[in-house]
């Protein structure tokens, strides 16, 4: 509850305009409750403002290899909600200019075919498109993406949760939380779960230490130890009504948060 209520906390910020975008990595060791903290965020966060675009990313569940998760992660990113804003936000443009420009002008025309070249861009994005070579590049289909994500969180801010976030290709990863978080204008909150001696922790950091992600890339403040002490507390907080022979009995009968957390929805008691 802690990790998920920090996170909300960087949603809150972000949300309301005084943060821009940001990435927050929440590592811990397996069994810990990553997949847990995330699963409850989106709760903890609607119980205060709905979320305008909510994207979903499971490393476990994307193909190996970067050339067969790109495309994976470029449908995750685009998918119907944040097509519609970008479509809406190039309309809302377009018919800015023409009260501005007049109906008959020559440049409201120009612009009304750059609006066309850019909805045949997202088109070609969703649908794959000429990408790069490489997958991981700047003009791969993902970089492309998250490019579209991070323009239309200008006016609809975004939440992109990744979940087991290690499992994906640690190049393409970079070049995806990158692109959705380095944008000024952008209100993108990425948050991913990360091992503890995460490769793609390490390069995420150490390359926010400069350029244009330099302090967008945070660690949430995670207390990763899982003894038999935090295990009880970690029973006793999940079901209130145990005494506290029961949460300790429960304690020794499991190895990790996860199995308490399995435990605790279980029954009979122990």
Same mark, same amino acid.
């Given at each position: ?15 309301? +305009? +005084? ?39 499971? %490393? ?15 449908? #995750? =990113? =685009? ?17 800015? %200019? ?8 020559? =440049? ?8 066309? !070249?850019?909805?045949? %861009? ?48 640690? %190049? ?7 692109? !959705?978080?380095?944008?000024?204008? #952008?209100?993108? !909150? ?5 091992? =503890? ?8 950091? #150490? ?7 330099? +302090? ?12 038999? &002490? ?15 022979? &029961?949460?300790?009995? !429960?304690?020794? &009968? ?11 929805? #279980?029954?009979?008691?122990?």
């Amino acid at each position: 509850m802690a990790a998920a209520t920090e996170l909300a906390q960087w949603w809150d910020g972000l949300r309301l +305009g +005084g943060s821009g975008s940001h990435a927050v990595l929440l590592a811990g060791p397996a069994g810990w409750g990553r997949s847990t903290v995330l699963d409850h965020l989106p709760e903890i966060i609607r119980a205060d403002a709905p979320i305008s675009l909510e994207v979903r990313i499971n %490393g476990r569940s994307l193909p190996d290899g970067p050339g067969l998760q790109a495309p994976a992660l470029r449908d #995750s =990113l =685009l998918g119907a909600e944040v097509r519609q804003q970008a479509a809406a936000l190039l309309c809302r443009r377009w018919l800015l %200019g023409a009260r501005r420009l007049g109906i008959g002008s020559l =440049l409201l025309t120009g612009m009304a075919g750059t609006i066309s !070249l850019l909805l045949a %861009g997202l088109a070609a994005a969703a649908a794959g498109g000429v990408a790069d070579d490489c997958p991981a590049s700047e003009n791969g289909a993902t970089a492309r993406a998250a490019r579209v994500v991070a323009a239309v969180s200008a006016s609809a801010p975004a939440l992109v949760v990744i979940d087991d976030a290690d499992y994906l290709e640690p %190049g393409l990863a970079v070049t995806m939380i990158e692109n !959705l978080i380095d944008h000024h204008d #952008s209100r993108v !909150l990425v948050v991913a779960a990360v091992d =503890l001696g995460s490769d793609l922790a390490a390069a995420l950091t #150490s390359r926010a230490r400069y350029g244009p992600t330099a +302090g967008k890339v945070h660690r949430a403040n995670a207390d990763p130890r899982m003894g038999y &002490q935090s295990r009880a507390e970690l029973a006793g907080e999940l079901r209130p009504h145990l005494t506290a022979a &029961q949460a300790q009995e !429960l304690a020794r &009968q499991t190895r990790t948060f996860a199995e308490i957390f399995a435990a605790a929805r #279980s029954e009979p008691l122990p």
